[in-house]
């Protein structure tokens, strides 16, 4: 069945430091990817998606590539700030297939520092 | 526009007991799916609605329930409450929902603990 993977976190970085979290995914079919951002406290909110392959989706500095060669979306910022400490979660929709249903990774916890 | 709504945002119960939790979805939308969240087991999909209908289910036993209003307001019941259904209770809500590409926005989660 479709599956996403995660790199473990926590993941510990320094003020305006890059950022690369790995996100690698099994699915039959075509797909849509997102990532997912979760505040203590918090519900989820969408960071970003792309729906095909070889699109960029992006905001607020954060970048992914969906790569179907590699069946990859790894997460990535060049300069990471203490406000994006939080827990980042990727996830895939076969929505053709599944309606809303959303598969997520485990997570990964990002600690920045000043 | 309001976002997506959860009440309560905290319950505690003790087992046996039965539990209702409620979502508004925003304004327009018509599909509303639901996840449970531990950390042992990550987040995890238990059903959708669209159209007052179960459209989707995850794998989890027959306590789980739901149901959806008129409205697109979806409710979810677990009865006879056991120790490892504390979680939390997140419930998205979709404008499309055909087509499997259209973003889930999120509410901020339903806390219930058991005792």
């Known amino acids: 069945g479709n599956s996403v993977t995660q790199m473990e976190g926590p993941v510990t970085l320094s003020e305006e430091a890059f950022l690369t979290i790995n996100c690698t995914y099994t699915?039959?079919?075509?797909?849509?990817l997102f990532w997912y951002v979760q505040y203590p406290g918090e519900g989820l909110q969408l960071l970003l998606k792309a729906t095909k392959a070889d699109d960029k989706g992006s905001n607020k500095g954060f970048e992914a590539t969906y790569r179907k060669e590699t069946t990859s979306f790894h997460l990535e910022k060049g300069s990471v700030q203490v406000s994006d400490s939080a827990v980042y979660f990727c996830?895939?929709?076969?929505?053709?297939?599944?309606?809303?249903?959303?598969?997520f990774g485990q997570g990964t916890e990002l600690s920045v520092k000043p | 526009k309001a976002g997506v709504t959860q009440t309560p945002r905290y319950l505690i119960k003790t087992r046996g007991q039965q539990v209702t939790l409620s979502c508004s979805p925003i304004s327009g939308h018509r599909s509303v799916s639901w996840y449970q969240q531990t950390p042992g087991q990550g987040l995890q999909f238990l059903f959708e609605?669209?159209?007052?209908?179960?459209?989707n289910k995850g794998n989890f036993p027959g306590r789980f329930s739901g149901r959806q209003f008129s409205n697109s307001r979806s409710e979810m019941n677990v009865s006879t409450l056991e120790l490892g259904d504390s979680a939390l209770y997140l419930c998205a809500s979709t404008l499309q929902p055909t087509g499997g590409v259209d973003t889930q926005y999120f509410g901020p989660g339903t806390r219930l603990t058991v005792l």
């Open positions: 996830a895939l929709s076969d929505g053709y297939n599944q309606g809303g249903k959303l598969i």
């Open positions: 609605y669209f159209s007052e209908t179960q459209r």
């Open positions: 699915a039959t079919g075509y797909p849509s």
